[in-house]
Structures are given as C-alpha cells and as structure tokens.
C-alpha cells in the first residue's frame, strides 16, 4: 500500500536517514521516497498507516498527513 505523509522538521540527510530507519523498523520491506524540500514521505508499506506515522513521530517529527 502506497501512503504520503507530510512530515515537518526533517532539514538534512541525517534527518532523511532517521526518518527511513524509523519506518524500516516496523516495516523492513518498506520502499521510502522522501522529498525533503517538499516535507513528503511515500512509503510503499504493508503496514498501516498509523503505523508508519508513529514511527515517524516517535523519531521526533511532526506527522501533518
């Protein structure tokens, strides 16, 4: 299932590395795309899409949609 979430805070690789490390821990299958100029992260998941936000949350960024 392909998801998009906007994701604030995310300002360099590191922050890209974190975000992709968080959604593989609860999906290691997971395909991430991230867009950072855009705030954009779409992931290819089996996952629910809660899931996925609170993993990002849980990294310390805000989850818009």
Do not use: S, W
């Not at 975000?19 to 998941?45: C, G, Y």
């Amino acid at each position: 299932m392909n998801e998009v979430f906007t994701v604030q805070g995310m300002t360099c690789g590191h922050c890209e590395k974190a975000v992709t490390t968080a959604i593989k821990l609860v999906d290691p299958q997971a395909q991430v795309t991230i867009d950072r100029a855009n705030n954009r992260v779409e992931v290819n998941t089996t996952q629910p899409r809660d899931t996925v936000a609170e993993a990002i949350r849980e990294e310390g960024y805000q989850v818009a949609a």
